[in-house]
């Protein structure tokens, strides 16, 4: 089975300043990874997604992901930080590989704040 | 332009009731999801449904019991409440026309047994 691991359950940041969310995958096929955004009482957002043969990934309110496959990893960026990106940020694999029955896994989550 | 609705918004049971937590989307997606979310511990799915007519297991399947009624339709059922069920539960689907398809999530139950 497939699993992602977020290091750092609780990240703080200045705002403007360059923020980075860890996020690892363990696979041995090409993964189908996610991040997400929750902000509070509320549901999940797709950031954005992990398209085959992309190295960099860009979503919506300036985030970006790396791919890195020799490091395993698919970290969340973003260069300069608002005080509207507050909010707790899910890393998600689909454990499904390529059979059409998607089974998203979620890591634990970070929760960014953001300093004035 | 509702996407995932979910009923009830709050619940509070005592140990040993029941209920049925319920779903529906409008956008026509083939799969299904319920997560549960606990602090610490992010979203672990409990059951999802690929397609009409057809269920699975998730991560976190015991006390549980789920319900494809339909296209629309996806319900959630705890037989016998527990403390240990006292969680914040989402809805979701997808549309299962590729492994990268997102999923979009209803705004949560959030439910207490004492």
């Known amino acids: 089975a497939q699993s992602v691991t977020q290091l750092g359950s609780h990240v703080s940041v200045s705002e403007g300043a360059l923020v980075l969310l860890r996020c690892n995958y363990s696979?041995?096929?090409?993964?189908?990874l996610f991040w997400y955004v929750q902000y509070p009482n509320q549901g999940l957002q797709l950031l954005l997604k992990?398209?085959?043969?992309?190295?960099l990934v860009k979503g919506i309110n300036g985030f970006e992901a790396e791919f890195k496959k020799s490091e395993t990893s698919f970290h969340l960026t973003k260069p300069s930080a608002h005080m509207s990106d507050a909010a707790e940020y899910f890393c998600?694999?689909?454990?499904?590989?390529?059979?059409?029955?998607?089974?998203?896994?979620f890591g634990s989550g970070t929760r960014l704040s953001i300093r004035p | 332009n509702a996407g995932v609705t979910q009923t009830p918004k709050f619940q509070v049971l005592k140990t040993g009731q029941s209920m049925t937590l319920q779903c529906a989307q409008d956008?026509?997606?083939?799969?299904m999801y319920w997560y549960r979310q606990d602090p610490g511990m992010g979203l672990r799915l409990i059951y999802y449904?690929?397609?009409?007519?057809?269920?699975d297991k998730g991560e976190v399947p015991n006390g549980y019991n789920v319900s494809r009624l339909n296209k629309r339709e996806f319900s959630l059922r705890l037989e016998s409440a527990a403390p240990s069920q006292t969680s914040v539960y989402f809805c979701?689907?997808?549309?299962?026309?590729?492994?990268?398809?997102?999923?979009?999530f209803g705004n949560g139950t959030r439910l207490t047994v004492t």
């Open positions: 998600a694999v689909n454990d499904g590989g390529y059979s059409s029955a998607s089974k998203i896994i």
């Open positions: 696979s041995s096929v090409p993964p189908y």
């Open positions: 979701a689907s997808s549309d299962a026309g590729g492994v990268n398809s997102p999923l979009h």
């Open positions: 449904s690929a397609s009409e007519g057809t269920t």
């Open positions: 992990y398209t085959t043969g992309a190295t």
């Open positions: 956008m026509n997606h083939n799969s």
